[in-house]
């Protein structure tokens, strides 16, 4: 049980010191739970319950959550570096709910999720290009790992596709990530809509503005491409957390 809390501490922290002014860290712990369908309900009561009691007791922690179509969720949390992963920053909440309360809460998460992945990220804006309009909170997540030997490519072949996509002035937005603990070579890319729709529609004109440029990079890319897929879901604004801008100040 204690190592499940502890998992779970540190699945959804933790920005203890972090300025709510401040730009968004570059740096994201990043923890995936695979939930039972037949759970989904209680899973998302329990996860709206931790963030009730993080509310009421105005616990400094922040965390922003997605919920795929395969029934899984991503839970991303900022860090400054991997000695927050060390921190518990849940243990002021456990101290005003107390043992038995905190217990029990993590108790009903827990029951829910069949399996947890976590990983480590960056933030890569250099490689990114333009970002998320209030509102389209559909998201479609390209991951792509590398071949060995051809992580040198890797970076350039991107900023290639940025520039073409700045070249043409595509819609076809996207932020770029790097993961650099807990995943072999890979990154992942995260496009945006304000539907299945309307992202599918920003990703066909943008094929149709690159045409063969864009046929040509899709082959480079895939020569030096190891393994690649996509996640589909929705940034849950009801399920992410961040503290009042007074708590976060302190």
């Not at 501490?9 to 570059?26: D, S, T, Y």
């Not at 997540?141 to 070249?167: Q, R």
């Not at 770029?176 to 920003?202: C, E, H, I, P, Q």
């Not at 030096?224 to 940034?235: A, D, N, P, Q, S």
């Amino acid at each position: 049980m204690k190592k499940v809390i502890l998992f779970l501490c540190i699945a959804l922290l933790i920005a203890g010191n972090a300025v709510a002014q401040e730009a968004a860290p570059a740096m994201f712990a990043v923890y995936e739970d695979h939930v039972n369908p037949a759970m989904n309900g209680n899973f998302r009561d329990a996860l709206k319950k931790l963030k009730a009691a993080c509310e009421q007791n105005k616990i400094d922690v922040r965390w922003t959550t997605v919920a795929y179509d395969d029934n899984s969720y991503t839970h991303l949390a900022p860090i400054k570096s991997f000695a927050d992963m060390d921190k518990n920053a849940f243990a002021p909440l456990e101290a005003k709910m107390g043992k038995e309360a905190f217990a029990s809460m993590w108790a009903d998460l827990d029951k829910c999720i069949v399996s947890r992945d976590s990983r480590v990220v960056v933030r890569m804006d250099n490689l990114s290009y333009l970002t998320p309009p209030a509102g389209e909170n559909y998201r479609d997540i390209f991951f792509w790992s590398v071949t060995p030997g051809k992580e040198a490519e890797a970076e350039p072949a991107i900023m290639e596709y940025k520039k073409l996509n700045e070249s043409r002035k595509t819609e076809n937005g996207f932020i770029t990530y790097k993961v650099v603990f807990g995943g072999d070579n890979m990154y992942a890319f995260v496009f945006w809509g304000k539907n299945l729709v309307d992202r599918a529609t920003k990703g066909q004109k943008a094929g149709e503005l690159l045409g063969e440029e864009g046929s040509k990079h899709w082959s480079k890319t895939l020569s030096i491409t190891k393994t690649r897929y996509t996640k589909r879901g929705w940034v849950e604004t009801d399920l992410s957390y961040a503290p009042p801008a007074a708590v976060a100040s302190k």
